[in-house]
Structure formats: C-alpha cells, structure tokens
Antibody
C-alpha cells in the first residue's frame, strides 16, 4: 500500500518560491502518476499537475507558467516548485498518487502542508 | 467557479437517504470521462470514496453508491450515520481545460 509523507516550508513572502517534497513508501515508482493538488477556501480543490517515473509531466494550464514538478527515483520522492507566489497561492497542498491509467482516481493522499503567503 | 456544480449543503436525519449531485457539461462528464468521489472529514485529507462512477474501494461501506447519467453524476448515502458528516467532492477530467477538475464540495450534515 502506497504511503506518502510530505514536507516543506509553510510560510513564504510574495515573489518567493514554494518548494514541497513528497516521500513515497510501499510502492514502486513505475506504474503511477505522482500528483500535486491544493485546496484553498476560495478555489476549493485544484489539480496542479503530475509526473510519472520517467519524468513525464502534466500541468494545469492555469499554473503551467509558474510550476515545476520533478522526481528523484533514487530517493523515492517527488517535488513541487511554484514560482513567484502571491497571497492567492495560500492553500493546503497535498501530494497524491494515481494509477497509471488516465481514468484512475487519486487514491492515496498525503496529510497536506499548509502554505501561507504573507508579507 | 468550478466547472462541476455541486449543492453547497445537504442534510438528513440518521437512517435517511441523501443524494449529492455533480453537474458538468459536454467537455467533462458528458464527454464520457469518469467521475470519482472523495470524502473529507474535518481537518483531514480527502479520501477516495467512489471511483469510476460507481465502484467502491475496499473498506468503503456499501451504504455509499455512485451513478452517472449524461452530463451529471450522483452520490447517494443510504442509511445516513453521524460519522458521515463531512465534505464530499466530485472529480472528473475536462477536455477544454485539459485538466482534472473538482466540484466545489458539498457539506453533509446529520441532523
């Protein structure tokens, strides 16, 4: 059973870079898409993007210009960077896993990291 | 504003049946993309409740059921229990947005 543990800075100033990492245990990296989702009071749940074991990424077009998702299979972890953050990026950020098939759900979620952007 | 529309809240007495609708369009649910449902208890991460329109993951009670028709999907809770008080979200894929999309969520209150 996949388990996800996430970590990263929780307080940022406007224009800084959000950086979060999600550690994976209990599963091989291949066979899944590794996903980032955020949740804010104003926007609800928002899919940010995902990455597979070979580094192929998919991004939400609304965030694509500011987002980078990477993977380190040697460390069993994947990471999110969101550049030039503003107050609108304040949210709880979740990592999640999705089986490789496109139609599959996000079936395992991390506990979430609260990120606040404030000057 | 989400492309998947859910009622903000529904309520029912213990033992009753409640349903939550998720209305989309021809670029998401109506295009044939499957719908998944998630349950979020206060202060926790969302948990998968229904996948592929109507399938329950192992461990999910059979009082939860999902269906899909046309551009809409529904989640039914039959025999409402106090522990079902939570937020429920539908999720699908939108071909116009080229993005996975979520409903805004429905708060279920057990009276």
């Amino acid at each position: 059973q996949v388990q996800l543990q996430q970590w990263g800075a929780g307080l940022l100033k406007p224009s800084e870079t959000l950086s979060l990492t999600c550690g994976v245990s209990g599963a091989s990296f291949s066979g899944y898409y590794w996903t980032w989702i955020r949740q804010s009071p104003g926007m609800g749940l928002e899919w940010i993007g995902d990455i597979n074991h070979s580094g192929r990424t998919n991004y939400n077009p609304s965030l694509k210009s500011r987002v980078s998702i990477s993977i380190d299979t040697s460390k069993n972890q994947f990471s999110l960077k969101l550049y030039s953050v503003t107050a609108a990026d304040t949210a709880v950020y979740y990592c999640a896993s999705r089986d490789y098939d496109f139609w599959r759900p996000m079936d395992v979620w991390g506990k979430g990291t609260t990120v606040t952007v404030s000057s | 504003q989400s492309v998947l529309t859910q009622p903000p809240s529904v309520s029912g007495a213990p033992g009753q049946r409640v349903t939550i609708s998720c209305t989309g369009s021809s670029s998401n649910i109506g295009a044939g993309y499957v719908v998944h449902w998630y349950q979020q208890l206060p202060g926790t991460a969302p948990k998968l409740l229904i996948y592929g329109n109507s399938n329950r993951p192992s461990g999910v009670p059979d009082r939860f059921s999902g269906s899909k028709s046309g551009t809409s999907a529904s989640l039914a809770i039959i025999g409402l229990q106090a522990e079902d008080e939570a937020d429920y979200y539908c999720q699908s894929y939108d071909s116009t947005l080229t993005s996975y999309v979520f409903g805004i969520g429905t708060k279920v209150t057990v009276l």
